[in-house]
């Protein structure tokens, strides 16, 4: 049997155990712990998840077409975030919560932060933190789109969707998988690349009056070719007007005027002396309108000083339907032959009363049919895109 001076020796001690374990362990327990330790004990759980990412830690000049993917093994996400000074990249966690994938697209020069927790299934948790850089574009190496009509505009039933590159594209269909044409109500259309720095969309036949167009290019960062991306992801809105088609008949010398099917009007006109100056015929669109326009025919390649030559400084009500030179406009000088013979350098002329009505109530994407010669109206000769039947049309589409 222990002596009393025994048990009090063993209580003192004990309770010395006990005052220093109460004052030391508690303050070490206050301390912050470090990222994905807990605060359980003062040996933190180790958690079994472990995490990867696609794109290594500390990469530079990552290319911006790539994807970002986490991968989680012995555990399950609970959040990833990937994050740059413009913005947050978009992305989708997998059902089972074993993955994370971008769906949103990489800026150039961007320093980015990865960030992704996991836990395992004892409930210990694991973070994931990186950091990686894009490589930086030139403007050489990104392609601008531009639209017309521009936004908020209202045209005319033959207008089609144009959409114009700063640096051409070489990877039409890369490209074109990003651009969505959608109309109310909707209509059946189809895309045609004009060249690497213009793509049209047109309707099979003319647009319904009182369309609401929507052009949405989410090109950004997408590849274009040859090392270039889509620059800025844009978004168009317009309108279709009502409904006017003109038709001229080069042998009668007659335009009809048609509004909403209904004939309006019927002007006496005079068009391209044949055979030096003929008219094209076909289906032609007003490209521009000028209420006053310097006509100079050294811009189709005729000498001012040579017998056809001409230089008008003020001619009226003018608007354009070709690249080439081809306007409707006022032709005071030829009404002696308006309605009787052709007699133009390959305009459409009238007089100064029915060309002001034509240019008041005219607007841009209005259609005029030209019949009567053999010489075509071509696709890329202003807006002939109607010119083309449309199975073949659309044949020129990327996709």
Not at 10 to 37: F, H, I
Not at 366 to 388: A, H, P, R
């Amino acid at each position: 049997m222990r002596s009393r001076r025994t048990w009090a020796a063993v209580s003192v001690a004990l309770l010395m155990a006990t005052t220093a374990a109460c004052g030391g362990a508690s303050k070490k327990a206050e301390d912050d712990p470090k990222p994905g330790a807990t605060n359980s004990s003062s040996a933190a759980p180790v958690s079994d998840a472990a995490i990867t990412s696609s794109i290594a830690a500390g990469a530079r000049n990552v290319k911006i077409n790539r994807s970002v993917r986490l991968n989680v093994t012995d555990g399950t996400f609970d959040s990833v975030t990937v994050k740059s000074k413009s913005g947050s990249v978009q992305g989708s966690l997998s059902a089972d919560k074993l993955s994370w994938q971008s769906t949103g697209r990489l800026q150039p020069g961007e320093l980015y932060r990865v960030n992704g927790i996991a836990t395992d299934e004892r409930g210990e948790q694991t973070t994931y933190k990186s950091r990686f850089r894009t490589e930086a574009l030139t403007l050489e190496k990104q392609t601008f789109p531009s639209f017309f009509p521009t936004s908020g505009s209202t045209v005319g039933v033959g207008l089609p969707v144009i959409i114009r590159f700063d640096v051409p594209v070489t990877d039409h269909e890369s490209i074109q998988k990003h651009i969505k044409v959608t109309s109310v109500p909707a209509q059946v259309g189809a895309f045609h690349w004009i060249s690497d720095t213009e793509v049209h969309w047109r309707p099979k036949k003319y647009w319904k009056a009182g369309t609401k167009v929507t052009v949405d290019a989410d090109i950004d960062s997408v590849p274009a070719g040859n090392g270039v991306f889509g620059q800025k992801s844009r978004v168009n809105k317009f309108t279709i007007g009502r409904s006017m088609v003109s038709k001229v008949n080069m042998n009668t010398h007659q335009m009809k005027v048609f509004k909403n099917g209904k004939l309006i009007r019927t002007i006496p006109i005079t068009t391209g002396e044949q055979p030096k100056f003929t008219t094209r015929s076909g289906i032609k669109v007003i490209v521009e309108k000028f209420r006053h326009k310097r006509m100079n025919s050294e811009t189709v390649g005729i000498p001012v000083d040579s017998a056809d030559g001409y230089d008008l400084d003020d001619v009226e009500y003018a608007m354009r339907l070709t690249y080439s030179g081809e306007f409707v406009h006022a032709a005071p000088w030829s009404v002696g032959s308006q309605g009787r013979a052709n007699v133009s350098h390959g305009c459409t002329g009238m007089s100064t009363a029915n060309a002001g009505w034509l240019y008041d109530n005219s607007i841009v994407g209005d259609v005029i049919e030209y019949t009567g010669t053999s010489k075509q109206m071509t696709l890329s000769n202003g807006f002939g895109d109607w010119n083309v039947p449309f199975a073949e049309y659309a044949q020129n589409s990327a996709l």
